[in-house]
Structures are given as C-alpha cells and as structure tokens.
C-alpha cells in the first residue's frame, strides 16, 4: 500500500530541496560541485584537496562526487544530470570523454549552471563551458624534448614509447616531443612507431623489445636518449632497463611522478621527469568557477603549469610539495 | 579393389591427424623463420631468452585455461585473478611482512579461491559460465582495486623478482628464467595427468558430449569444479608471475589478458565447443604470439601491424581447425 505513496512523497521531498536550495542561493552562499573521472587515484585526491583549499578560502561549500571507476562514462553522466537536478551554483568537470559529455554540459549550461571543465578537453564546446582549466600537455612534451637534448648533449638518437591509441592528452605530450626535438638538427628519432599499450607489463615487453632491437654486439645500446610519456610506459621503460643492466646508461625522462618513478630519480636510473600540477588544478577550478559566479571575468583558457624535476630539484620544498602534496591537511575530517 | 579406397582414407586421416599434434608446432617454426629472414637478431640467444621470458605469463595462464576449453567451458575472469593475486602477494610481504615464500602462496590461493567460486556458481546455480565469469572478472578485479586501494603496491626486491627476469651473468647456464622452468614443469605435469588418469579423460568426456559423460557416470558436475578451481590457481600462479616480472601488485594490471590466453590455446588447437586441446599446443600458440610481437618490434613495424598480424593468425588457425574437422567427417 505504501508503495502507492513513495512517488508522491520523493516528489515532494525533490520539491523540498530544490526550494531549500534555492533558498540557499539568495544568501549567496555557493555550492560547486566537483566531478572527477575517478576517486581513488593519488591524481585525483591531489585535485581534490586543491578544490577543498579553494573552497575554504573563498567559503563555499563543494560536493565532491565521482564515479568508481576511471573508465564508466554512463554514471559521470548520470552524476551531472543529478547535479543539474539538485541545481547546484555551478559544476567542475573532469570529462571522462569528450564527447559523451558534451550533452549533460550543454543541458547544465542552459540550465543556468555554469560548468568549469578541468584536466581534459571536451569537443568544440569553447561557447558552452567558462573555462578550462588544465595541464598544457604539448608544453609538457616540448619541455621533455629540450630538457632530453640538454641531456645527451644536443646530439644523439633518441626513442620516444608512446602510450595508447586513442589517448588525448598523451597524444599531445608526443606531438610536443616530437615538433620540439626536430628542432635539434644533431638528433635523430630512431623510434617512434611503437605503442606501450595500456598495462605496465605490456610497457615493460614492448621495452625489452626495443631495447633488444637497438643493443649493440659489445652489449651496450645505441641510443642516447628516450621518452615515456605517462606513468605505465615510464615504469615499463624503467623496469625493462634494469633487468637488462642497462638502467643509467642512457638518459631517461618520463612524466608524472609516482613513488616507484622518484625512487628511480634517486637512484640516476632516470634523469628527469615532467610532473603536471594536479592540486593546482582542483584549486583553480574551484576558484575560477566562484569567480565567474561573483560577476568577474575570468580567463577561458587556464594553463596549470608542467614543472620538469631532476634529481637536485628533489630537495627543493616547493617540488616535495609537489610530487606529495600534504593531502591529510586538507581531506582530513 | 575394394580395400584400396578405405585404405586411402585412413592415410589421409592419419596425415590430418599428424597435421592436429604438430601443426601448432609448424607454425610456431613458419613465423619464426619469417621474422628471422627480415631481422637475423630474433634468432640471437638474447632474443630467445626474452621471448620465453615474455612467453610466461600467458602461457601458466593457459594451461589452465586449456583445462577449462576441453571441458566446453570458458574463464573470463582469468586476467583479473591474475592482478588480484599479485596484490595479494605484494600485500603480503608489503603490510604483513610474510616470507615471500609464504606471500606467494597466499596469492596462489586467491587465484584457487577464485576458480573454486567459478566453478561453484556454475555448477550450483547452472549458470553459464561465459556468464558467471563475466560476473566474475568484474567482481574479482574491483576486489583487487579495493585492497590495493586502485594504487600499485610495491613490494621491493626479494629473489621472487628473480623468478621472471632476465638471467645474470653467473647463472646463464639455466638457459631460461626459474619462471619459464616452473612453466614447463608444470606443463609435463598437467599433460600426463590429462592423457593418463581417470579425472583426466572425464574431463574430455564432459567437454565432448556432457550428458554421455554423465550416463557413463562421470561426475559431470565434480569435474567442472576441478576445472575451474585449477584454472584459477595457475592463473593466481601467474599473477605471482606478473608480480616477480614488474615488482608491483598491480590492481589494473592484465587487463584484457584473458583474451591473449585464450587465444593461445585456440591457436593451438584448443577447440570452444570443447573435447579438445593440448598443453603443448596452447604453450606453443602463447609463443607465436610473442614471436610476432617481438618479430614486429625488432623490425620497427607500428604496433597495429603486430596487433593486425596476430589476428591473421588466430583466425588462420582456426581456418585450419574447422578444415581439419570436415575432412576427418
């Protein structure tokens, strides 16, 4: 019998909310909400506590809510369809697609919710969102290339392993590679044809391969230089050269920076890594949303910043910060 | 004039019969030599040693997965106990400092726990097992996210990192990593227990005719829990395997592996309609795929071309399989 009831009494309570919400909005207290691709990665929470930092400061309230896992399009889509519901102030979006998630964005927009998009790009959509707030991937592979040139002393031939077909951002690091090392007339690119694919394991065997195919008869290789351009192919690339007791005797730099890859900075295994600024990002996602909110104008595109660290720089507080930003500051309750 | 006709025919099954056991074999020498004539390198001992190295993962796997074709049956799940078990080994030595010894069996089991839940669904609730595994690898890979909370795990060198690695000067004279050895072994093992014991032939039976099976008084249903609770366990062997290779419990580790495995076996001659397979055969289908891959790579062909070629293949041999089929009917 009471089954009759429940549609009513969700109506109502819907109808409830909603009013409160709006309530809410008339003492100009903003509520954002922050949707990831994912929760549980290091990357994510990085860009979470960025976002709490900002809401703190500039006093608002955040939801945090993200789908389980990195790969589920239909329930990030769903989760905006619920924000836009709950007619929150305003949405950051990390679009796990982008092109899937042009519809949601577009209905949240003229909704009257204002959608701020981090971290990845989404499709011919400049006149819909308010900003974009994320790494330049291109300058991060730029960076790679002059950085690897300075290296191996602005001559040599060098390897670049890409990633995966398919994937945007690492497919601007590459291009950036590439457009930048041809400017070096002493360096040749002997490889760049091969793909790690998406697991470590897969990283390390297409590693070993090329390692096998580039190995001299006096057992050393002839090349100067290589480039991974993610975590899995830098760990795959890594691992293979140190089983082959090679690690070290060609310069090495990879992106991002996972504790298996600073510990390889340590040891000289590998000479440099460009690392992308993900709680900079939460903080000025958050940010440039409220600041749209409050009637400023804000930039549409927000550059966060790549940073290339060395061993030396390990020491230096501003990139400990960096590669283990203190996270239990700002997520503990 | 009578017998000249059948005789015939029996030699042109027994010549289609050679062409079920050695075939695999063939083809593995065919891709080889193809490779070789491009690039003299794959033929080094360097090379072969990196090949068998990159042969192991799949091919533990896949004995196993073989079991389970014979018996008609499917194991989609198999790549994901394999991550699930090299998080529980890095877990185990990592957090709970366990002897490695006692760490990889503690993964092992997993794996065992996981095939036995298979098997368990599938014979309990009839359900089918495409299905069940299907349910299963997404179960039993968000297992693994969660305990690894979705972040590698390393666990640091111990001499199981020696089990799948390239061998250092000094030990040279194993020919191949402890891993790859382990892997043979087992392989000899597994193919005598499938040729000679009772439990072996039933397995067969099941995946040949189940309800015969069971008028013969097989007991189908045992078996099929054998089956699964076996493919499990060398998958959790392999995820030792993954975890020795890359130093890590990796959570999102052999995506899709489960794929490679069971195209290893089907390459060698495993049939999906079940009764058939070999050890062998599915060994050597998990090494023409690293042959090729390897073969690419060394050659600097893009890595569509190794993926593109390694399709031609699995769909050759199943070419040769259905011919085999209609010429021996």
């Not at chain 1, 697991?199 to 391969?209: F, G, L, P, V, Y």
Request: aromatic content about 6%; hydrophobic content about 50%.
């Amino acid at each position: 019998m009471i089954s009759r009831f429940v549609p009513y009494i969700l109506c109502s309570l819907t109808l409830g909310f909603l009013s409160c919400n709006q309530g809410k909005n008339a003492q100009e207290e903003l509520t954002i909400a922050v949707i990831p691709k994912g929760t549980t990665h290091m990357f994510w929470q990085s860009i979470h506590a960025g976002a709490v930092k900002a809401a703190q400061e500039l006093d608002v309230n955040i939801l945090w809510v993200g789908p389980e896992k990195e790969d589920d399009r239909q329930q990030q889509i769903t989760l905006v369809d619920t924000q836009i519901l709950a007619q929150v102030d305003g949405i950051v979006l990390a679009p796990l697609d982008d092109m899937a998630l042009r519809r949601p964005v577009r209905t949240a927009v003229t909704n009257n919710i204002p959608v701020v998009i981090i971290d990845s790009g989404l499709k011919d959509s400049e006149d819909i969102y308010t900003s974009f707030v994320a790494t330049d991937n291109r300058e991060g592979g730029r960076i790679a290339a002059r950085e690897l040139a300075r290296l191996i002393g602005g001559h040599g031939k060098v390897i670049l392993l890409r990633y995966q077909e398919g994937s945007a951002s690492t497919d601007n690091r590459e291009q950036g590679f590439l457009e930048q090392i041809q400017e070096f007339e002493g360096i040749t690119v002997v490889s760049d044809e091969q793909y790690a694919g998406a697991t470590k394991a897969q990283a390390q065997q297409a590693s070993e391969n090329l390692i096998l195919r580039f190995k001299a008869s006096n057992g050393m290789l002839a090349v100067d230089g290589v480039f991974c351009p993610n975590e899995s192919s830098t760990y795959g690339m890594l691992q293979a050269l140190r089983r082959n007791h090679l690690a070290g005797k060609l310069k090495f730099v990879g992106f991002d920076a996972a504790e298996s890859m600073i510990e390889g900075l340590r040891q000289d295994e590998i000479h440099g890594l460009v690392v992308q600024n993900p709680f900079r990002m939460g903080y000025l996602g958050v940010k440039t949303m409220v600041q749209h909110l409050r009637g400023e104008p804000v930039e549409k595109r927000i550059d966060t910043g790549v940073t290339f660290v060395g061993k030396e720089d390990l020491s230096r507080p501003e990139i400990r910060n960096l590669i283990d930003p203190n996270l239990e500051k700002w997520l503990a309750r | 004039m009578m017998a000249l006709p059948k005789k015939r025919a029996i030699s042109f099954e027994k010549r289609w019969s050679w062409l079920n056991k050695f075939g695999p074999l063939l083809a593995l020498f065919l891709v080889f030599f193809f490779f070789a004539a491009f690039n003299s390198k794959i033929a080094s001992f360097n090379a072969l040693e990196i090949m068998v190295l990159q042969t192991v993962i799949v091919g533990v796997a896949a004995i196993g997965m073989t079991l389970v074709i014979i018996s008609a049956g499917i194991d989609l799940s198999a790549g994901s106990i394999i991550a699930l078990s090299s998080v529980v080994t890095a877990l185990l030595m990592k957090d709970f400092a366990l002897d490695p010894l006692v760490a990889a069996l503690g993964g092992i089991a997993a794996g065992l726990i996981c095939g036995l839940l298979n098997g368990l669904l599938i014979t309990r609730l009839r359900l089918v097992p495409f299905i069940v595994t299907l349910g299963t690898l997404l179960v039993v890979r968000g297992v693994a996210k969660g305990l690894a909370r979705s972040i590698p795990i390393n666990a640091g060198q111990t001499w199981l990192s020696g089990l799948l690695a390239l061998l250092p000067p000094d030990r040279k004279w194993m020919l191949i990593p402890p891993g790859a050895w382990l892997m043979v072994l087992l392989a000899i093992i597994v193919a005598g227990f499938l040729r000679y014991t009772k439990l072996g032939r039933h397995i067969f039976a099941v995946g040949s005719n189940e309800d015969t099976a069971r008028l013969c008084g097989v007991a189908v249903e045992r078996v099929k829990v054998f089956v699964y609770a076996a493919a499990g366990t060398f998958a959790g062997l392999s995820g030792l395997m993954l975890m020795s290779y890359q130093e890590q419990g990796d959570p999102t580790g052999a995506v899709g592996l489960e794929l490679e495995i069971i195209a290893a076996v089907v390459i060698g001659g495993g049939s999906l309609s079940g009764g058939e397979g070999s050890i062998l055969g599915s060994l050597v289908g998990a090494m023409i795929m690293t042959v090729i891959r390897t073969g690419c790579q060394l050659n600097g062909w893009p890595t569509w071309v190794t993926q593109a070629v390694t399709g031609i293949v699995i769909i050759v041999a199943l070419a040769v399989d259905q011919l085999r089929h209609s010429k021996i009917d």
